[in-house]
């Protein structure tokens, strides 16, 4: 069985730069609500920010044998996301991994499981988002899959595809989409933007959404 393919494609730089400029809840919704991560999925320090292109991994429960061989697939400024099944008794990534990725230039780890050495992670400044934290060890004997399609949720991700996050959680973005999202994120912030001068001259939030008349709302009473 072919457990390791490599990426077929990959994002240019300009336009991960134009994506990182943007905040995952904007992304979000330029993407039309789609590509949000489980809001279990945050950052282990609220400073931590990542944004490139994904290296795929998927993990069987409790074992990170080929998260290791991931970090040596990885190119500069890849971002590892981490299908580890969302089982959160086994830390599969801690201090030793995070020195070796950061030796290789990866950009941050995203990870549906856990991890440990929390501290120690923090204090390296290396981007690492998770569902859990757990000092419990691995094993090291199954293989699972570099560089193939997973879903994380209802999230379907492809190599290539950008993963961009920050303390508010995470967002993927499919690589064929990117020109249209990126567009898209612009005219919000240019529509929030009007919001926040109209607010700084005396207009209230239910004066510039016309939220003002409750009676154009079909409220009903929960039984």
Known sequence: MDYISKVKRKPKKELIDKINKF??????EAYGKRGAL????????????????SVTVELRPGDNL???????E???????????KGFSEAGVWGEIMTSAAIERGIAGLVIYGSVRDK????????????SGVCIKGTTKV????INKTICISNVVIEPGDVIRGNSDG???IRYGDLDEVILRAEKIIEKEDKVLKKIKNGLSTLEIYNFEDLS?????EKK
């Not at 080929?66 to 040596?72: G, S, V």
């Open 74 to 84: 990885a190119s500069k400024g890849d971002v590892l996301i981490v299908d580890a």
């Open 216 to 220: 154009k709302y079909d409220f009903k």
């Open 119 to 130: 501290k120690e992670i923090i204090k390296l400044g290396f981007p690492v988002f998770s």
């Open 38 to 53: 489980p809001s279990v999925i945050k950052p282990l320090d609220d400073n931590f920010s990542l944004t490139g292109p």
């Open 23 to 28: 905040q995952t809840a904007t992304l979000h």
């Open 142 to 145: 199954t293989p699972g899959f």
């Open 170 to 172: 995470v967002v993927v």
């Open 66 to 72: 080929m998260l290791h061989r991931a970090i040596y």
